[in-house]
Structure formats: C-alpha cells, structure tokens
C-alpha cells in the first residue's frame, strides 16, 4: 500500500508540474539525463545532503515514470524526517530532466512539559522520557516516552496510570513544537 502511495504521489507531482507537464508522455516510460536538481522547503536541513540520500545525482539517466524516482522517494521516508516528500518534473530540455525535491521538514522539539505533575518529580520524569532538544518528533519518539513513563510508574505501583503527550505548535521557534505530558496516576 505504501509502495502504491509513493507511485501516487510522484504521478500526481509529475502531473502538476505546469512547466515540463505538455512534454512528458506518462503512458510510456522515457529515458532521460538528469540535467538538475534542486530541493524545495528544507528549511533546517542540507540540501546538498537531501540529494544524496535520494540517490540521484545530476548526469544519471532515468525513465520518468520509472522506478528511479520511486527508490529516490523511498530513500527519503525512509530517513524519518520528512512529513511530506514528492519530486516533481521542472523541465524538460532534449534528453535532459530537471528535477525539484518538494518536502516538508517535520517539525522538532523545543521543550517539554508535565503539567500535571510536581516540580519536584519534574526532572526525574525527564530523565525517564529521554527526550533531546532539537530531535525531530515522530509518532515513534513519543510512544518511546509514554512507554517508559507508563513502565515506571508500574514499577511503582501505579498500573493504571494514564499517560497522555499532547504535541503543540511552539510560537517562539519556527517548525518547532513542544510536548505536553500529562500524566494522571
């Protein structure tokens, strides 16, 4: 389903793409030169860096649509720091293909919080949820810290605690967000 998705999401980007979208024929496969690549929306993140983890590289021959282009987007989910990836034609001239990576960084984490909980257990709790500053928040990162949370609170005694991490948009640093942890015993 999610190599199907990929399939998807490139046709769709291709498809969009205005400048190259009257030269590229999606019923057959075309070789093409990779005359260029840019990257568009890493704001934190090494563009140079992004096209090299997609595999693609400027002189390399493709086939658009081809399976090239899907492995370059595999690649990149697969790094788990992106929200939203896609590669889009941006022109054709000749035999060479000018390509554009479209992605949205996913957000990091500013701070963290345990509202509900007292300052004086405050840091204890921060060290159970091993949370870093800067790390990109994934929906992995925070079932590890409600895990743990929950695992030490059975060790003491409290089976039932529920533990809720609610992420918020931070206002003070861009694609930022900070953690809310609520914890009820």
């Known amino acids: 389903m999610r190599y199907f998705l990929l399939v998807a999401l490139f046709c769709i980007g291709l498809i969009t793409s205005a400048s190259a979208q009257d030269h590229v024929d999606y019923g057959t496969p075309t070789e093409y ?4 690549i840019t990257v568009r929306g890493a704001n934190i993140l090494d563009q140079n ?8 590289a400027v002189g ?3 086939k658009i649509p081809g399976f090239e282009i899907t492995n ?3 690649k990149l989910w697969k790094q788990g720091i992106l929200g939203d990836v896609g590669i889009n034609v941006t022109s054709i001239e000749a035999d060479k293909v000018f390509l554009e990576i479209v992605l949205t960084e996913r957000p990091r984490l500013s701070r963290y919080f345990f509202p509900n909980s007292p300052k004086a257990q405050q840091e204890t709790l921060g060290d159970k949820v091993n949370l870093i500053r800067g790390q990109v928040v994934t929906d992995a990162m925070i079932k590890n810290a409600k895990v743990a ?6 060790e003491k005694g409290f089976r039932n605690a529920d533990i809720q991490v609610v992420p918020q948009r931070d206002s003070l640093l861009s694609n930022s967000v900070l953690l809310n942890i609520y914890i009820e015993k």
Not at 49 to 56: E, K, N, T
Not at 149 to 154: A, N, S, T, V
């Open 60 to 62: 390399q021959k493709v």
């Open 33 to 36: 030169t990779i005359g260029g």
């Open 149 to 154: 949370l929950e695992k030490y609170y059975k």
């Open 49 to 56: 860096a992004l096209i090299s983890l997609s595999g693609l």
């Open 72 to 74: 370059a987007l595999k």
